[in-house]
């Protein structure tokens, strides 16, 4: 059973910087996919960004290309969410998922799922 902590989220302003942080315990990190989601007040859960196991593969939503880097750890067993020049939009509670089998940005076919680690920007 994997288990998925997410730390690193506060308050910030807009243009500062902030470092997510997912645990992983319960499985060997470098057997898993690791995707970062979002979902802010009344909108769906969206896809942030994504690094692969097999080859360390990093994908990204349009909106947060330039701005945010996705990093793997696997000696600590820690995926790590960069973000950089924060927006109001960027505003979400955030959540890290996993799965041995890689499944973009379909939400719903991510095995396992922290309980989310919340950002909020101000303007």
């Known amino acids: 059973q994997v288990q998925l902590v997410e730390s690193g989220g506060r308050l910030v302003q807009a243009g500062d910087s902030l470092r997510l942080y997912c645990a992983v315990s319960?499985?060997?990190?470098?057997?898993?996919?690791i995707g970062w989601f979002r979902r802010a007040p009344e909108k769906e859960r969206e896809f942030v960004a994504a690094?692969?196991?097999?080859?360390?593969?990093?994908y990204y939503r349009n909106s947060v290309k330039g701005r945010f880097t996705i990093s793997r750890n696997d000696a600590e067993n820690t995926v790590y969410l960069q973000m950089n020049s924060l927006k109001p939009e960027d505003t979400a509670l955030y959540y890290c998922?996993?799965?041995?089998?890689?499944?973009?940005?379909?939400?719903?076919?991510?095995?396992?799922w922290g309980q989310g680690t919340q950002v909020t920007v101000s303007s």
């Open positions: 998922a996993a799965d041995s089998d890689y499944s973009g940005n379909r939400y719903t076919l991510w095995g396992s």
């Open positions: 319960g499985r060997t990190l470098s057997s898993l996919n």
């Open positions: 690094v692969t196991w097999t080859e360390g593969t990093t």
